[in-house]
């Protein structure tokens, strides 16, 4: 048994090459761990980008074939000696697809914008019915087409909203094209809006397509992720039109809900605010404050 002085210091020095080497392996441990996390959110951040290459080409690329190849048929007209209807539907399909092409586009230039806190949104009086009737109205003949009922059941004295018109309807718009996206033949789409107690407006659009997982939930709120769209008219997606949507929605101080059961549908809740909650300075400081969490 060490004792005295001597003993006494031997084991204070002891002690602190202990702890000192103890210190050290607890201090490798972390770095390597932290190495290790690095290295897995490395791969994630690659593969994730890799993904969103591989569907943001293919998404481009689709439209711009159909666009490229049915504007060279409407261009050799007098060759081919297409009839009206021929010459109708080749037109509509180019207009569906430069359509949907600007959609992709303009989906990347909001996730951007949302990310570096630079998204504006002009503030004015909204009227909310108008903008859900001609959003509405846009995709009723894709529904027809596809075999699908749309309805919808608005309140006619639908207060208006503070916000901004276009980005409101590229909101509704974007949830509209989900639904009919993804609902099979024979299924429904409904779209409801209501008022609230407070003056407030909720909007409900509820299908009977593919439905989700908690897990798609998830992943369908993620921007640049994608759920499984095998029975969608437009395969994949770039992952961005919920996050967008939902971001712009808290833009206007509102809030975006999603339900949804595997094989039994989804429905999207909408509520936004009474249009006297935020002043014009308020929701321009919300705006530039926001950052969308990737």
């Not at 190495?35 to 969103?52: C, G, I, M, N, P």
């Not at 027809?144 to 409101?168: C, F, H, M, T, Y």
């Not at 639904?179 to 407070?198: C, H, K, M, Q, Y």
Request: hydrophobic content about 40%.
């Amino acid at each position: 048994m060490i004792s005295g002085p001597l003993g006494s210091n031997k084991y204070s020095s002891l002690m602190n090459e202990y702890a000192s080497l103890l210190g050290d392996a607890v201090l490798r441990h972390r770095a390597r761990m932290a190495q290790h996390t690095a290295r897995v959110e490395a791969e994630l951040a690659s593969k994730l980008k890799s993904d969103f290459i591989a569907n943001l080409s293919h998404e481009l690329r689709t439209p711009l074939n159909s666009i490229i190849g049915f504007s060279k048929l409407l261009s050799e007209q007098e060759q081919r000696k297409l009839n009206q209807n021929e010459v109708i539907n080749y037109a509509n399909l180019v207009h569906d697809a430069a359509g949907h092409l600007l959609v992709v586009i303009n989906n990347i230039l909001d996730i951007s914008e949302l990310q570096s806190g630079k998204c504006t949104i002009d503030t004015c009086e909204v009227d909310l019915h108008a903008i859900l009737t001609a959003s509405i109205s846009s995709f009723r003949l894709i529904a027809q087409s596809a075999g699908i009922s749309l309805s919808d059941n608005i309140e006619a004295n639908l207060p208006d909203v503070r916000g901004d018109g276009v980005k409101l309807r590229q909101v509704l718009t974007s949830l509209i094209s989900n639904a009919v996206r993804f609902t099979p033949e024979g299924g429904s789409v409904l779209i409801e809006a209501n008022s609230l107690g407070e003056g407030g407006v909720v909007i409900r659009i509820t299908d009977t397509g593919v439905g989700m997982s908690d897990e798609d939930i998830a992943a369908a709120l993620t921007p640049f992720d994608q759920v499984d769209a095998s029975p969608a008219r437009w395969p994949n997606g770039t992952g961005l039109g919920l996050p967008v949507a939902q971001a712009l929605v808290q833009l206007h101080g509102g809030d975006l809900k999603l339900q949804s059961e595997l094989n039994l549908g989804t429905q999207v809740e909408v509520t936004l605010p009474p249009r006297d909650q935020l002043s014009v300075t308020e929701v321009r400081d919300a705006v530039m404050g926001q950052r969308l969490t990737p």
